[in-house]
């Protein structure tokens, strides 16, 4: 989808190539080499762009050769796997899912590139490296497996005209959580009066699909006191009674939610782009998704795109801020890549301050920095609504690491819907959210004793 006129795309892309002129690589090669890279289709094409760009400005200024490949984020998952299972494995790819990072770095399937991560880590947030900084159980000690250079969590998505319609300002919701989110069951109430029978309050994921269920029951588990959920040393704590009651807390309200017709029936069978799609319909009034993808994939419907409010998390029940679960996507290089240097050095140039900030920026800004400094020193993150809604969320504001990044168990964990199997339980099945959260417990408990972490 092309959003952006030929000018400023031109415009962007020599900002790319003025960066990579300035910004030299670290390896000083006596003949030229070549690295294979394989690197994720982006959401917006002009995200693809902005990785071409990338790769020839760090060409031009090596002498080194980038033999790249884009390729869609499903047929990724399954070239990575059959890549490092068969040993045959390129010399770069990133953490698809996100979570693959720690499982493989348990594994000792990746190389560890703490000289890479050094080069900038002054600049990048204490997530982004907690994101990146793994066990690898064959060497029982942590060590940084990936690098970094975006960062991502879930802000709230919603329809100003709609809240409007119900009769309500933007001004009228409610800070505080469970308040927060009661607020849009009510504009369903007042829309469906109007004879609205089609749009609903709530579009949370309730389904055992995707990525999409385990972020939001993640971020339910925080804003209710679960964060203690894993410690950074990666032990469970299923044993501390506040953990506890939060996980029942997160499994009742949106199955309540549901049951009650506040979201979507379809919902419980959702994939992670019909949320978007149900949004962007207006049959939703509010959805808590992740990035600001939402919002680019109609930037060229300028009355629309207006029409959205992005916002941050809303406080605790008791008033106190939740901090944002976020995770980073990193470059890896996996054990058996033949071109080490090259690879380091393409990621040295990559996460330099001034080449990341021209590529996220010539990509939309849907995907933001993992260094603050990025953000601050550039008005252009804070000139649009969406985009400084979600950098003040995700990046200045407070954050956390994904439960995975401190012990891989959670990995599988994620990977199974534990968690939203709980919330199916209860929907489909009338199981009550204690019952539902005790064979959750189980199954977490046995994943976890898979991953001793001394």
Known sequence: MRRMTRRSLLRASAGVVAAGTLARPYVSNAAAKTATVWWVQGFAQEEDIAFKKIVDAYQKASGNTIDD????????????????????????????????????????????????????????????????????????????????????????????PLVEKAGYKMEDIPKTWDAYYDFFKEVQKKLRAQGMRNVYGVGWQLTTNGNDPNNIFNYLLIAYGGIGLVSKDGKLHLDDPAVKAAVIKALEYPTTAYKEGFVPPGAINWNDADDNNAFHAKQIVMDLDGTISTEVAIIKNKQDYDDIVVQGLPLSNEGKPVPSQVSSLCGLIPKGAKNVDVAKDFLKFLIQPEVCNEYLKTGLGRNIPAMASIAKNDPWWSAD??????????????????????????????????????????????????????????????????????
């Open 385 to 454: 609504p969406h985009r400084k809604a979600y950098v003040d969320q995700c990046l200045l504001g407070p954050t956390v690491a994904e439960f995975w990044a401190y012990n891989p168990a959670y990995a599988q964990v994620r990977n199974e819907h534990t968690w939203s199997v709980a919330w199916a339980a209860i929907m489909k099945d009338g199981a009550t959210p204690q019952a539902a959260a005790e064979k959750a417990f189980k199954r977490v408990e046995e994943i976890f004793a898979k991953y001793p972490i001394g």
């Open 69 to 160: 490949s884009i390729i869609p984020y499903a047929p990724m998952r399954q070239k990575i796997v059959s890549a490092v299972t068969s040993g045959e494995v390129p010399d770069v790819f990133q953490n698809t899912p996100v979570e693959i990072i720690a499982l493989w770095a348990w594994d000792d399937k990746l190389l560890d590139v703490t000289d890479v991560v050094e080069t900038q880590r002054k600049e990048y947030t204490e997530t982004a490296l907690l994101t990146a900084y793994c066990y690898n159980n064959a060497q029982k000690k942590r060590s940084y497996y990936g690098v970094p250079f975006t960062t991502a969590g879930l802000p709230n998505h919603i329809w100003k």
